[in-house]
C-alpha cells in the first residue's frame, strides 16, 4: 500500500442541483459526495432554477454545508447571461464582486456573437474567465449520440464533430479579439482538442477539460441503449479517447468531472429521452488514476497536478485560498460500490468496476 499527500484537489465543474431539482442532489449532498472522493474545493454550475444570475444566489452557494463536514468547501460560477438565455449579458462585475469563480452558461451554449464579444470584453476587463459548453446548438439537430455501431443499430440522432469545433472555432475568435481567458468545458473530439492545442501555442490565455467518463470510455464500445452512458457532450470514438488522453499527459488539459446527478426515473427512457449527464465526483480519482497513471504511463505528480494545479488557475482567488491537502492510496483492487455514495443520485456505468487508487481523506 502506497500512501500520497497532495494540495487539496479542486474539481471546476460540478452540478448540485440546488435550487431546484433537489431530489437529485442538494448542495449538502454533493459536499458530501466530493469529500468523500477526495476533493478540497469544487465550483458550482449555475444551471439551477432560478439559474445562477444573482449575487443572492451566489451567497446562497457559498454558505452551503456539508451533512457535517466542512473539509470541502463551495465556489460558486455565475452565469454570462441573464437567466442563461443567451440574449442579455449578466451584471458581470456585481458578480465578481460577489465571488463568483469565472463565468458560464453551463448546459447552453451562448450563441449570438455580439452577446459573447460584450460578455468577453467585460470578463476580460476583470481579469476573469469566461467558460463556454462548448456545443452549437444549430449544429446539434437533436442528436443524442456520437456517429457509432449502436447509433446506427438504434437510428438515434447523430452529435456530429462540428458541433464542437464550430462553437470552439467562434470562441477562440473572439478570445483572440478580446484578449479575455477562455476555457473550454469537457472536451469531446481530437478535432476540439487541436484547436485548443493549436490557440496554446499561439499563445492564446486558452484552457480546457477533460472528464473521467470521455478519458475512460468510448461510444465505439457501447452495446445497449443505456443512458448511463449519456452526456452532453456525448462519448466519443476511440480516436477521440486516444487524443484526450494524449492531451492531458501533454498538458493541454485538466480534469474535471462534470458530475451531473438525476433521480433514476430521468435516466431511464434510454438514449433519445433520458436526460444528459452521470455522476463522477465519487470516482473521477481512480478512474483518472487508472486511465493516466497505470494505461497511458503519467507521472503520479503530473496527474495531481491535473486536479489541483490547473484548475486553480482558472478560479478567481483560489490561489489565496488555503484547502485541506488530498490524500490517496495505491493499493489492492477495489470494486466501485454505488450503494456507498455519498450523492443522492446513482446514474452512472461503473458499479463494480475495479481501481487500485482510492481518496483517504
Not at 487539496?8 to 472522493?37: C, K, N, Q, Y
Not at 451567497?59 to 466542512?70: I, L, S, T
Not at 470510455?217 to 494524449?246: H, T, V, Y
Request: proline residues 5%; contains cysteine; glycine residues 8%.
Amino acid at each position: 500500500m502506497r500512501r500520497f499527500t497532495f494540495p487539496g484537489f479542486v474539481d471546476v465543474h460540478v452540478h448540485f442541483r440546488d435550487p431546484g431539482m433537489t431530489d437529485a442532489e442538494t448542495a449538502a449532498s454533493g459536499l458530501a459526495a466530493a469529500a468523500h472522493g477526495g476533493f478540497a474545493a469544487v465550483v458550482t454550475m449555475p444551471n439551477t432554477t432560478p439559474a445562477g444570475d444573482s449575487i443572492e444566489w451566489i451567497e446562497r452557494q457559498m454558505v452551503a454545508k456539508g451533512r457535517g463536514e466542512q473539509k470541502t468547501i463551495i465556489i460558486p460560477s455565475a452565469c454570462i447571461t441573464k437567466g442563461r438565455a443567451g440574449a442579455e449579458v449578466a451584471d458581470l462585475e456585481a458578480l465578481a464582486e460577489a465571488g463568483a469563480a469565472f463565468f458560464t452558461d453551463d448546459g447552453s451554449y451562448v450563441a449570438d456573437d455580439r452577446v459573447m464579444e460584450e460578455a468577453m470584453n467585460r470578463v476580460a476587463a476583470l481579469n476573469g474567465v469566461v467558460c463556454q459548453h462548448a456545443m452549437d446548438p444549430v449544429e446539434l439537430k437533436g442528436g443524442v449520440i456520437r456517429d457509432c455501431a449502436l447509433a446506427r443499430k438504434l437510428g438515434l440522432p447523430i452529435v456530429s464533430v462540428e458541433t464542437e469545433t464550430k462553437a470552439i472555432s467562434r470562441d477562440l475568435s473572439l478570445c483572440r479579439e478580446t484578449g479575455c481567458r477562455l476555457h473550454v468545458q469537457h472536451i469531446s473530439t481530437a478535432e476540439g482538442i487541436e484547436l485548443v492545442r493549436s490557440a496554446q501555442k499561439e499563445g492564446l490565455p486558452v484552457t480546457a477539460e477533460a472528464t473521467p467518463h470521455h478519458l475512460l470510455l468510448s461510444c465505439d464500445d457501447l452495446a445497449a441503449d443505456d443512458a448511463n452512458f449519456k452526456m452532453a457532450p456525448p462519448l466519443g470514438n476511440r480516436e477521440d479517447r486516444a487524443e484526450l488522453r494524449k492531451a492531458v499527459k501533454d498538458g493541454v488539459l485538466m480534469f474535471a468531472t462534470d458530475h451531473a446527478p438525476h433521480p433514476a426515473a430521468k435516466k431511464s427512457q434510454g438514449f433519445q429521452k433520458s436526460a444528459n449527464g452521470i455522476i463522477g465526483l465519487e470516482t473521477a480519482i481512480p478512474i483518472t488514476y487508472a486511465v493516466m497513471v497505470e494505461e497511458e504511463g503519467m507521472s503520479v505528480d503530473d496527474w495531481a497536478k491535473a486536479w489541483y494545479e490547473k484548475p486553480r488557475d482558472i478560479v478567481a482567488g483560489m490561489k489565496d485560498r488555503s484547502l485541506r491537502d488530498t490524500v490517496v492510496e495505491i493499493g489492492p483492487s477495489r470494486a466501485v460500490d454505488v450503494a456507498s455514495f455519498k450523492s443522492l443520485s446513482r446514474n452512472c456505468p461503473y458499479n463494480g468496476l475495479k481501481f487500485t487508487c482510492w481518496p483517504c481523506n
